[in-house]
Nanobody
Framework: QIQLVESGGGLVQAGGSLRLSCAAS????????VGWFRQAPGKEREFVAA????????RYTDSVMGRFTISKDNAKNTVYLQMNSLKPEDTAVYYC????????????????WGQGTQVTVSS
């Protein structure tokens, strides 16, 4: 029903910034929330941030609080993740995901996933 494509990943030095984009297509007129997750090699996929359909509600994991900002542009069917003060431990493949209605921090709560984009933070 919904297709998601991430972009904006790359290599950045510690302390730098990067903005990821998640473009949605398909049945985008339906109400849904979008979350960002990340996965490092050998580790489980973990929650990063999520935003409601209206953009009025957001949630962040403690490790990125104050450094990352999630935002949404419904007219463009795009969700963004602005990442500032990046640390080497932020290195991972970042995925966006969508689910109907309200936001969630649970991996299993999301129905649609993008292919991921690599973020590498050097020290």
């Amino acid at each position: 029903q919904i297709q998601l494509v991430e972009s904006g990943g790359g290599l950045v030095q510690a302390g730098g910034s990067l903005r990821l984009s998640c473009a949605a297509s398909g049945r985008t007129r339906s109400t849904y929330a979008v979350g960002w997750f990340r996965q490092a090699p050998g580790k489980e996929r973990e929650f990063v941030a999520a935003i409601s359909w209206s953009g009025g509600n957001t949630r962040y994991t403690d490790s990125v609080m104050g450094r990352f900002t999630i935002s949404k542009d419904n007219a463009k069917n795009t969700v963004y993740l602005q990442m500032n003060s990046l640390k080497p431990e932020d290195t991972a493949v970042y995925y966006c995901a969508a689910r109907p209605w309200g936001l969630s921090a649970g991996v299993d709560a999301y129905d649609y996933w993008g292919q991921g984009t690599q973020v590498t933070v050097s020290s």
